[in-house]
Structure formats: structure tokens, C-alpha cells
């Protein structure tokens, strides 16, 4: 694990700072507690529980925003579903999933979170996907509207390569607002490159 990143409130409010580290181990997970806002996939206390799970998969790592010992915001990696189309591919590691609370928004957290992540050596070994369901969106919190919650997460996401990409997966397919975005690792040999473009369109 790297040396936490500080993220300073730039209004130099009572917020104060926040570490942003990872992958943290699931024996750190349990000490730590979810801010109450964290709400979009599953109620804090049992999205807790979910992350300790992924963390202890074999594959699994999870990045956290915390202070002290609350998590304000987090991603997390591990592979596709067993039923998602890319779970066929041997390389694709999947983005399951980043939320910051809405306190802590606008913030820098969310980049800093891909930052922290996308420093890891590991990811170069991967093709990254990141599946955004826009239903999962804050739309009423952040009041930006579908359009523009959908621009402000592909404009994130390519901060640190990850590019929007067209696929048939009906999965992604299923609503038009839905992202599908990828980030090829470096170390990604062209066999599986081209195994995985030959899986975007099947249909």
C-alpha cells in the first residue's frame, strides 16, 4: 500500500482532510464504519459487509476515502459476474463500483479515489471495464440531471484512461444512458487486446 494521499477541503471548512488509500485489507475494513450518506447500492451498514466480502476475494481490493475511521467514499475491484458477458475473458478486471458521500462531493474524492487505484502496477496486467448503471445515479442529490451526471463520469473516468467504448452487452445496452468504459493495462498481450474487441459486438 502506498502512503495515503491527503485531500484538503479546498473552502478550508470544519471538513478538514481525508486519506485516501488502498487496497485495504478486509481486517482493516472491519474496524471502520460507512458515512450514513453511502446509500446508492445498499444501506451502509450492509454495504460494510459487502466490501469486506469483495476485499476478501482472492482478486478483490477495495480503495477507501476515510476520516478517521469513517469511510466517506470508496471503489472496488474484482471480476466480472459469473453471467456477465466479460467474465469469459481470462484479463478483464471489472471497476465494481465508486461512491462518495454527498457531504463530500465536489470535493476531488472521486479522483482521487481512480488516482489511488489506478497507481497500482497491477492494473496494467488488466482491461479494466467499468460498468455505470444510471440507475445507481444521484440525480436529486447533485442535481446535474441524467445528461450531465453522465458527462461529469466519463469525464472522470478518462482522467485516468478509462475511454467510453461501444458494445452490444445488453446489459449496458439496456438503457441508453448506461457508460461502458475500458482501460487497456500496458502489459495486456494483443492476443487478449483482440479477444476482448471480438467480444463487444456479438450479436
Not at 481512480?114 to 502496477?121: G, K, S, T, V, W
Request: charged residues 25%; hydrophobic residues 40%.
Amino acid at each position: 500500500m502506498r502512503e495515503p494521499e491527503l485531500i484538503y477541503n479546498p473552502q478550508g471548512t470544519s471538513i478538514g482532510e481525508i486519506s485516501v488509500e488502498g487496497p485495504v485489507q478486509a481486517i482493516e475494513l472491519e474496524k471502520m464504519h460507512l458515512n450514513k450518506g453511502l446509500t446508492s447500492f445498499r444501506p451502509p451498514d450492509r454495504q460494510i459487509k459487502a466490501l469486506i466480502e469483495i476485499a476478501n476475494l482472492p482478486e478483490g481490493m477495495i480503495y477507501a476515502a476515510r476520516d478517521g475511521q469513517e469511510i466517506i467514499g470508496y471503489l472496488t475491484f474484482h471480476y466480472p459476474s459469473k453471467y456477465s458477458r466479460w467474465s469469459k475473458h481470462p484479463r478483464v478486471l471489472e471497476l465494481g463500483g465508486i461512491e462518495v458521500s454527498p457531504g463530500w462531493r465536489r470535493k476531488g474524492v472521486s479522483s482521487a479515489l481512480l488516482r489511488e487505484a489506478f497507481a497500482n502496477p497491477m492494473v496494467e496486467d488488466y482491461i479494466v471495464v467499468a460498468i455505470e448503471f444510471c440507475w445507481h445515479w444521484d440525480l436529486k442529490g447533485t442535481e446535474l440531471g441524467l445528461p450531465g451526471y453522465r458527462k461529469m463520469m466519463i469525464d472522470t473516468f478518462k482522467k485516468v484512461g478509462l475511454e467510453k467504448r461501444a458494445t452490444d452487452d445488453p446489459d449496458i445496452t439496456e438503457e441508453a444512458a448506461n457508460i461502458f468504459a475500458v482501460r487497456i493495462g500496458k502489459n495486456v498481450s494483443q492476443a487478449d487486446i483482440s479477444l476482448f474487441e471480438s467480444m463487444l459486438f456479438v450479436h
